[in-house]
């Protein structure tokens, strides 16, 4: 059976079983095959991600957290992702990976542009992806990767090319350092038409997908372990009281980005972009915690997918009044 045709069956056997409820002995008969074929055929819609199963439980104690935050902050939708807290922050962050990218695949579709801030959560989250066709997509980079030490390219490319190869999308890698040297650098730059094209599509985005990066994270962000930034670019970034990063672009615990020096020469885009895009933010691990309460105060979060111990952490720290 060619791919195609192994596609059609797929979807045949998965609306007869899902939609109108039929036993797998029932379509074996319908359609003339074992039921061992059936059961290949549902397992294998599930695996090229033509199959997505949600369970909704209202009672769930992740729904409650999920209304105290929404109830809280200016937020659409929040995910807390069921985790046992025994199992340890790479298995959060191994099930959250998961989870986004399922649901990633519900909300990501044809002619749409995905915009991807790369760091250790996507990297996770590319490793996941569930596959799905698309058709005139775009994956774009929004921040560079680069270093004293490294360009940066190999370790960002790999994340967004993992992405565009899911989807059968455009890949637009943005290859500049994290952070400028000179301020004036960065101006220069951004006024040259090849970075002007990436602007522009990094403004076209209809979704955002970004983590929150903190400096003591339990699994480490990657900016802050590979050579990104100096002993005095660290206290600077103390002095000013701040909380974490999205895209490499530093915010304060107030949920204010005005006026941190590290930010003019940061090549992500102003913090107003997320404040005006639909942006997913997929965290996971306690030591983000401050930054993910900043990022909510900053209105930088429209969709919120966490694990279940680090919600919990963010309620009791933050939200105990509630």
């Not at 909510?296 to 105990?320: C, M, W």
Request: hydrophobic share 40%; aromatic share 10%.
């Amino acid at each position: 059976m060619s791919t195609y045709n192994k596609i059609i069956e797929a979807i045949k056997v998965a609306r007869l079983y899902y939609y109108q409820n039929r036993s797998t002995e029932e379509i074996a008969t319908e359609i003339n095959v074992s039921r061992s074929t059936v059961s290949r055929l549902l397992k294998f819609a599930r695996e090229e991600g033509l199959v997505n199963i949600s369970i909704v439980d209202p009672a769930q104690e992740p729904r409650l957290i999920e209304k105290k935050i929404t109830d809280k902050f200016k937020i659409k939708r929040v995910h807390v992702v069921q985790v046992p807290e025994i199992a340890g922050e790479a298995e959060w962050l191994n099930r959250v990976a998961h989870y986004t990218a399922r649901h990633l695949n519900t909300v990501f579709n044809s002619n749409m542009t995905l915009g991807i801030a790369w760091g250790t959560t996507l990297t996770a989250v590319s490793k996941c992806l569930i596959k799905k066709t698309t058709q005139n997509s775009q994956i774009v980079q929004l921040n560079g990767a680069g270093n004293t030490l490294s360009l940066g390219i190999e370790y960002a490319s790999e994340i967004i090319m993992r992405f565009a190869e899911n989807y059968q999308a455009q890949a637009h890698l943005f290859p500049l350092p994290t952070f400028f040297d000179y301020p004036e650098t960065k101006t220069a730059l951004w006024r040259e038409k090849s970075i002007q094209r990436l602007l522009d599509l990094q403004k076209q985005a209809d979704i955002l997908l970004f983590s929150i990066g903190a400096v003591n994270a339990g699994i480490p962000s990657h900016v802050y372990s590979d050579g990104y930034l100096t002993s005095e670019n660290y206290r600077d970034l103390e002095n000013n009281d701040v909380a974490g990063d999205i895209a490499t672009v530093f915010f304060r615990s107030n949920g204010d980005y005005t006026n941190i020096p590290l930010n003019k020469r940061a090549s992500g885009p102003e913090l107003e972009f997320f404040q005006e895009k639909h942006g997913i933010c997929v965290v996971s691990g306690l030591a983000k915690v401050r930054g993910l309460y900043a990022a909510l105060k900053g209105n930088f979060i429209k969709e919120l997918i966490v694990d279940e111990p680090t919600a919990h952490q963010l309620l009791r720290l933050y939200l105990s009044d509630m």
